[in-house]
């Protein structure tokens, strides 16, 4: 059964034989921790050949219930395993303790977390939440979803913490008790696995510490429309959005709180959406007690995330392509994502879209309005060219498809290289934008997206660079 509350120290103790449904950083990650400790460690996964037998008395193939489960006394699960798996169902009816990652790694952190969840911006609102801490916090940490397991840190010396928490880990999670959260927003992703977005919402909502009031939660009100019950009206319960004590305005950039006004304009990441995600990183920085010119000094110097809205540098390309602006935002994993990067971009803005991947259960239908707005044209590969092909093809705007991304970039390079010619003489010196934001899982042709991320890159260098 899932426990409904952090365990303590004293009752890990007592449990001596742990199962790791699920290997991978995170499953790898708090077998390590228990290792250290002394604990007896099986695997259950799916995949064997790149198991770590130096951390496991015993690997298993997870088809196997039964067999995993005998003697375990506790099972510790990876935030991709189902909930209805049938190790998870078995342990259930055997009512063996299941624990999140998550949830291993706050029996043992003794500092402060901040935690920020939402369907798009996490990991950029992570760290950026981070680095703006780092001036009052140089011993500052951050983890979770956005790739460092808790479990690798959790028993350092930290004064405080951001954890970018998905839906999956806080699904499997009981209250983490944190010092202030953040659901930066919620469209429709992961329906695969939670069904409803009000499933979906409930998910979110787990972050969140409303009984303590000196917790601060910080949310989109758009969250709200997917929530069985209304908005709580709690002093600490703030909402950040038009109209609300916390909003960003633009022209000039500049972000509002309900004590201070912060000066934006310098802060290198474009787009409304940014701001956003900035407003929220001020917010849970003042509500750990930053002061605003300790905030401000770090605005500046933030760089952004690999694969997320990431130029590729000119200086690794021909000089005949110096109209031409290369965007790498592999990590764009949804058409939510993909819809909040464009967001700048209008009809006169030369722009080529290339999408991809494996589509979520999310409508098409917001997209195509964009895409008639912009009339630019667009590049789809792998399996994403199956799943929307019909729906693209009755828009009647120019669009190709490719099984592959070397086979696409090819393309590319013969249309741009049309543009460049045709454009010689024109006064206007227009820069064209070539934007990879897939909008869909990478798992058809890669690993991850940081592969994919890399291989366009790569593939980029290969066909434009001198």
Same mark, same amino acid.
């Given at each position: 059964?899932?426990?409904?509350?952090?365990?303590?120290p004293?009752?890990?103790?007592?449990?001596h034989?742990?199962?790791?449904?699920?290997?991978?950083?995170?499953g790898?990650?708090?077998?390590?921790?228990?290792?250290?400790l002394?604990?007896k460690?099986?695997?259950a996964?799916?995949?064997?050949?790149?198991?770590?037998?130096?951390?496991?008395?015993?690997?298993?193939?997870?088809?196997v219930?039964?067999?995993?489960?005998d003697?375990?006394?506790?099972?510790?699960?990876?935030?991709g395993?189902?909930?209805?798996?049938?190790?998870?169902?078995?342990?259930?009816?055997?009512?063996?303790p299941?624990?999140s990652?998550?949830?291993?790694g706050?029996?043992?952190?003794k500092?402060?977390?901040?935690?920020?969840?939402?369907?798009?911006g996490?990991s950029?609102?992570?760290?950026?939440?981070?680095?703006?801490?780092?001036k009052k916090?140089?011993?500052a940490?951050?983890g979770?979803?956005?790739?460092?397991?808790?479990t690798?840190?959790c028993?350092?010396d930290?004064?405080?913490?951001?954890?970018e928490?998905?839906s999956y880990?806080l699904?499997d999670?009981?209250n983490?008790k944190l010092?202030?959260?953040?659901?930066?927003?919620?469209?429709?992703?992961?329906?695969?696995?939670?069904?409803t977005?009000?499933n979906?919402a409930?998910?979110?909502?787990k972050i969140?510490?409303l009984?303590?009031?000196?917790h601060?939660?910080f949310?989109?009100?758009?969250?709200?429309?997917?929530?069985p019950?209304?908005k709580?009206?709690?002093?600490? @319960? +703030?909402?950040?959005?038009? %109209?609300? !004590?916390? =909003?960003?305005?633009? *022209? /000039?950039?500049?972000?509002?709180t309900?004590?201070?006004?912060?000066?934006?304009?310098?802060f290198?990441l474009?787009?409304?959406?940014n701001?956003m995600n900035?407003c929220?990183?001020?917010?849970?920085?003042?509500?750990?007690?930053?002061?605003?010119?300790?905030?401000?000094?770090?605005?500046?110097?933030?760089?952004?995330?690999?694969?997320?809205?990431?130029?590729?540098?000119?200086?690794?390309?021909?000089?005949k392509?110096?109209?031409?602006?290369?965007i790498?935002?592999?990590?764009?994993?949804? @058409? +939510?994502?993909?819809?909040? %990067?464009i !967001?700048? =971009?209008?009809?006169e *803005? /030369?722009?080529?879209?290339?999408?991809?991947?494996?589509?979520?259960?999310?409508?098409?239908?917001?997209f195509?309005?964009?895409?008639?707005?912009?009339?630019c044209p667009?590049?789809v590969f792998?399996?994403?060219?199956?799943?929307?092909?019909?729906?693209?093809?009755?828009v009647?705007?120019p669009?190709?498809y490719?099984?592959?991304?070397?086979?696409?970039?090819e393309?590319?390079?013969?249309d741009?290289i049309?543009?460049?010619?045709?454009r010689?003489n024109d006064?206007?010196?227009?820069?064209?934008?070539?934007?990879?934001s897939?909008?869909?899982?990478s =798992?058809?042709?890669?690993?991850?997206f940081e592969?994919?991320?890399?291989?366009?890159?790569?593939?980029?260098?290969?066909?434009f660079?001198?």
């Amino acid at each position: 059964m899932f426990s409904d509350s952090i365990p303590s120290p004293s009752d890990l103790q007592n449990l001596h034989s742990f199962l790791i449904l699920g290997g991978g950083s995170s499953g790898d990650s708090a077998a390590k921790l228990l290792h250290s400790l002394g604990k007896k460690l099986s695997l259950a996964d799916r995949n064997l050949e790149n198991a770590n037998r130096d951390l496991y008395t015993n690997v298993l193939s997870d088809n196997v219930p039964h067999e995993s489960l005998d003697g375990i006394d506790c099972l510790i699960k990876s935030p991709g395993i189902l909930p209805n798996h049938p190790i998870i169902e078995l342990a259930k009816k055997k009512q063996i303790p299941i624990l999140s990652e998550i949830c291993l790694g706050r029996i043992f952190f003794k500092g402060k977390i901040i935690g920020i969840t939402g369907t798009d911006g996490k990991s950029t609102t992570t760290a950026l939440t981070y680095h703006l801490l780092q001036k009052k916090f140089p011993n500052a940490r951050m983890g979770g979803n956005i790739g460092v397991p808790f479990t690798s840190f959790c028993r350092e010396d930290i004064e405080i913490v951001v954890l970018e928490l998905s839906s999956y880990q806080l699904e499997d999670t009981p209250n983490l008790k944190l010092t202030a959260s953040a659901i930066l927003n919620l469209a429709s992703d992961h329906l695969e696995r939670h069904k409803t977005m009000e499933n979906y919402a409930l998910a979110k909502w787990k972050i969140q510490n409303l009984e303590d009031n000196q917790h601060n939660c910080f949310v989109n009100p758009n969250f709200f429309t997917y929530t069985p019950f209304p908005k709580p009206n709690l002093d600490h @319960l +703030h909402l950040i959005g038009e %109209g609300n !004590s916390y =909003f960003v305005s633009q *022209n /000039p950039n500049r972000i509002h709180t309900k004590s201070n006004l912060y000066d934006a304009e310098k802060f290198p990441l474009k787009g409304k959406h940014n701001l956003m995600n900035l407003c929220f990183a001020i917010a849970l920085c003042e509500s750990v007690g930053m002061k605003k010119e300790e905030i401000e000094s770090q605005l500046e110097t933030f760089q952004g995330l690999p694969h997320r809205f990431q130029s590729i540098p000119n200086e690794s390309l021909n000089p005949k392509y110096n109209q031409i602006r290369f965007i790498n935002d592999s990590k764009s994993t949804n @058409l +939510h994502s993909m819809l909040s %990067g464009i !967001s700048g =971009f209008q009809k006169e *803005n /030369p722009l080529y879209l290339v999408l991809g991947g494996i589509p979520k259960v999310e409508p098409l239908e917001p997209f195509l309005r964009r895409w008639k707005e912009l009339e630019c044209p667009l590049y789809v590969f792998g399996k994403a060219k199956e799943v929307w092909k019909e729906e693209l093809n009755q828009v009647g705007l120019p669009v190709y498809y490719f099984e592959d991304l070397p086979s696409l970039l090819e393309r590319v390079k013969l249309d741009t290289i049309l543009w460049t010619k045709v454009r010689e003489n024109d006064p206007k010196n227009e820069t064209l934008t070539v934007i990879f934001s897939p909008a869909g899982a990478s =798992f058809d042709l890669y690993k991850n997206f940081e592969e994919r991320g890399n291989h366009f890159v790569q593939l980029v260098q290969t066909n434009f660079g001198s």
